[in-house]
């Protein structure tokens, strides 16, 4: 598989004695699918083809039905992510409050569409809907780290926390 | 259980979490070690409280004072003032607007005092990671009731009697849900709480699952006695990974006390509990993709019926309440059915948690009595709006929901008087937004949400509401055209009538309900190409203000475009044909010179 990103995060064979491990855990467990893939997906970062084949053998069933899932819901992802992730916040109570104006300034800050990675493999940036904290609002996330009240005059400060590494 | 003469009860729910919570907490923590309370003083974490705007907020007991907007600076004061020598810190205490003496304790101040909390009876005031205190408020006994005192029968009559219904949505009655599962064939069956919590702008299981997770746990078993069931699954979007953590401690716990499990208080009866984590898929929320889900399937509804109640996880007969809805019970059980029909309207029993959010001063969550208008909600409870801004409309139900303007405040809320303003309860988010907000741009807001999350799987939903949002992309950037309000009324009523799920059926709803209030938006920007509340970008005009402008320059200079001239100390101008309507300058002016027309 050509790796065409710029991106650290590397399929090792670390990651798939994991991945093995983890399948074990959930063997004869009807419906663990999403789980199992939740969980290969913390360890890697990302769901690469040759895991969603590991997976589709392990647990017995069809490749088709892996790639099924995998596609259906947002918060997997078959693309490995920057090093450090930002989440911005489009709920509806974040939006009220100038949740656009804030990706629009990240998007330009960073070259990035949401979806995607900056070049350095730095930053990652994605679009959820509400992260339960819309009181208070605009919402952004680093990594695990919470930003409220979030304005465009702000996200330089919070963006430059991480630069070191 | 140790001793201790005061609980430091710190917020750690979402909002607090936002604001630091997390170093005021530390910060007392090792204040508390240095004077020597470590022994005296219990520092603990709780789930939302409720007043998220004034976050990080602390509750110490049991004096119930209340501080609020803390830094870390301020607990050495705490400690070292109302920990040691019981002086409460007023610089830290809440100020009521209008209220001349500063209130300490938490349950008079006006936020609390006009709440009624059922379902959030112990969020916010007991630590969520200890079983213990659970228990000490009553829990786990409204299950050692139902096994020792009650039959299945009972169970359900009390909570048909309750008069009790859905808090996930469509307001379903409960009581006549379990009996239906109960009757139904089929071996075994399931018990499933639904905390999906797909409407964006919503918080309220959040805070149940974070602040109070056994009184879910607690309740589930309960309705596994009433239908004959031993399992349950809880299915939580994986958005909330602390929700997760507090239910897998919850069900750890429960089980080393054997309160889940085998045997349950020696009587023989069996429940367990397994959380199963959602992928992102705002459509898993519906009860039949929810249970494909659980499955490990692509989260696609299904035609119903067969409803749950006979084919549901697995085929097998299975009951799907959400959290709040099950929070309820076991004050039901340990109160009775006529107490809590005693509370809310005709047809809509008991309270309601909504969680408020946008432009309203008290953000956070607020549980009343079904009936309570939407005016003491917003204004009475929320604060109203910020910044002197002026009220324009309350979003309820999410993108299934619609709007509720001005003129319709007074309205009692329960489930019906909302169906008649062309809205609905939905989960309980209450988005308020005021007059910089556009009405046909809140609609496409909410139409871009369902189309993103549609699961394509019928036509209707997946092409009909591409159609309507690109009419909509029309109107918002000035290319509207007579006919384009027929036509978004023409595409709403066939995706209704068609669509498979309850997410395509509602989808056209908040085009619906702001084209009933707010037609005159819609025509603005469509003739006159004008946005009136002055947000949607592309019919901006952004002018200077002579009378204003004191000819700074600074607009000039962080124009990225070039489109601001003008002599120092002169009235600056735009040249609108340059203009590429960034907003910089209008954030930049110091004086307020810079107006969008
Ligand atoms: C598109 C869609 C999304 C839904 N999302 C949720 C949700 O996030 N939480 C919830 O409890 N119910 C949700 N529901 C309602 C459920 O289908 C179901 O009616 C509910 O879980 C039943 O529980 P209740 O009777 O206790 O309300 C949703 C329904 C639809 C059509
Ligand atoms: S209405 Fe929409 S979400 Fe529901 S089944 Fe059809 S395409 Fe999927
Ligand atoms: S920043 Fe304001 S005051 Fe200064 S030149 Fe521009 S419009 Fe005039
Ligand atoms: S809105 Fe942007 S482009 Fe237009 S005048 Fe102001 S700063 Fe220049
Ligand atoms: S809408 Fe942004 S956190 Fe809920
Ligand atoms: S999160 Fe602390 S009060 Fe809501």
Request: proline content about 5%; some cysteine; hydrophobic content about 35%.
């Amino acid at each position: 598989m050509s790796n065409s990103c710029s991106c650290h995060a590397q399929l090792t064979p670390d990651h798939l004695a994991e991945v093995d491990r983890i399948l074990e855990s959930y063997r004869g467990q009807p419906g663990s699918l999403i789980q199992v893939l939740h969980k290969a997906q913390n360890v890697i970062g990302y769901l690469p083809r040759e895991v969603q084949v590991k997976v589709a053998e392990k647990l017995d069933v069809p490749l088709t039905r892996v790639y099924g899932v995998v596609s259906f819901y947002s918060l997997f992802t078959t693309k490995p992510k920057g090093r450090h992730k930002i989440h911005v916040c489009a709920g509806t109570a974040c939006y009220v409050r100038g949740a656009n104006q804030l990706l629009n300034k990240l998007e330009e800050d960073l070259q990035v569409k949401p979806g995607d990675t900056t070049e350095d493999g730095k930053f990652s940036v994605d679009v959820v809907r509400c992260l339960g904290a819309c009181g208070l609002g605009p919402v952004v996330t680093v990594d695990d780290d919470v930003y409220g009240r979030v304005h465009t005059g702000k996200l330089a400060d919070i963006l430059s926390k991480y630069d070191k590494e | 259980m140790e001793m201790y003469r005061s609980h430091v009860l710190v917020c750690a729910g979402a909002g607090c979490i936002s604001s630091a919570c997390k170093a005021v907490q530390s910060a007392l923590q090792e204040n508390i070690d240095q004077y020597g309370l470590a022994k005296e003083v219990k520092v603990v974490e709780t789930g939302c409280m409720g007043p998220c705007d004034l976050g990080p907020v602390v509750m110490i007991f049991p004096d119930g004072v209340f501080y609020r907007k803390l830094k870390p600076e301020d607990a050495a004061e705490i400690v070292s003032e109302h920990l040691l020598k019981g002086k409460v810190v007023t610089r830290l205490l809440h100020r009521q607007p209008g209220d001349p003496d500063q209130v300490t304790s938490f349950d008079q101040l006006d936020f609390f005092k006009r709440q009624t909390r059922i379902a959030l009876r112990n969020t916010g005031i007991i630590n969520p990671e200890s079983v213990e205190e659970y228990i000490a408020r009553d829990g786990y006994r409204a299950l050692g009731k139902v096994l020792s005192q009650m039959t299945p029968q009972q169970v359900v009559d009390t909570i048909k009697g309750s008069g009790l219904r859905g808090r996930g949505g469509a307001g379903f009655p409960t009581g006549l849900k379990w009996e239906l599962t109960a009757r139904a064939a089929g071996n075994p069956k399931y018990v499933v709480c639904n905390a999906d919590e797909g409407d964006p702008g919503a918080f309220m299981d959040r805070s149940i699952l974070e602040g109070d997770p056994h009184s879910v746990l607690e309740a589930m078993a309960i309705c596994g006695y009433a239908i004959g069931s031993s399992k349950g699954y809880i299915y939580v979007r994986a958005e909330y990974p602390l929700a997760v953590e507090r239910l897998e401690t919850a069900i750890s716990k429960a089980r080393e006390y054997g309160l889940m499990g085998e045997n349950i208080f020696g009587t023989g009866f069996n429940f367990d509990v397994e959380i199963r984590v959602g992928a992102g898929a705002f459509v898993c929320g519906e009860e039949t993709a929810l249970l494909a889900s659980i499955e490990g399937k692509r989260g696609e509804p299904r035609p119903k019926p067969p409803f749950p109640a006979q084919e549901g996880l697995w085929g097998k007969p299975t009951v799907i309440n959400n959290v709040e809805t099950f929070a309820n019970i076991p004050p039901i059980i340990l109160n009775g059915a006529e107490w809590f029909a005693s509370i809310g309207t005709e047809k809509s029993k008991g309270t309601k948690v909504f969680a408020l959010a946008g432009k309203v001063n008290n953000t956070g969550l607020v549980e009343v009595p079904m009936g309570t208008t939407l005016r003491e909600i917003i204004f009475e409870i929320g604060g109203g709006i910020p910044g002197g801004k002026k009220f324009k409309a309350v979003q309820t139900g999410g993108p299934s929901g619609g709007c509720i303007p001005e003129e319709y405040l007074d309205t009692p809320v329960d489930y019906e008087s909302l169906t008649k303003l062309g809205t609905i309860m939905g989960s309980g988010g209450m988005i308020i937004v005021d007059e910089d907000t556009c009405m046909v741009d809140l609609a496409k807001f909410f139409l871009e949400f369902v189309q993103e999350e549609s699961c394509g799987k019928c036509s209707p939903c997946r092409i009909g509401t591409k159609r309507m949002l690109e009419i909509l992309n029309r109107i918002t950037s000035g290319q509207g055209r007579e006919g384009d309000i027929e036509l978004l009324e023409e595409l709403s009523r066939g995706i209704k009538d068609s669509a498979l799920c309850g997410l395509g059926q509602t989808a056209p709803n908040p085009v619906l309900s702001t084209l009933r209030y707010f037609r005159h938006e819609y025509e603005a920007h469509i003739r006159d190409k004008k946005c009136p509340a002055g947000a949607c970008r592309d019919l901006l005009t952004y002018y200077i203000n002579p009378e204003l402008c004191r000819g700074c320059g600074l607009c000039a200079k962080e124009c990225p475009a070039g489109a601001i001239t003008g002599d120092k100390k002169k009235p600056h101008v735009i040249d609108a044909a340059k203009c590429v309507k960034c907003g910089t300058c209008e954030q930049k002016c110091k004086f307020n010179a810079i107006i969008t027309v």
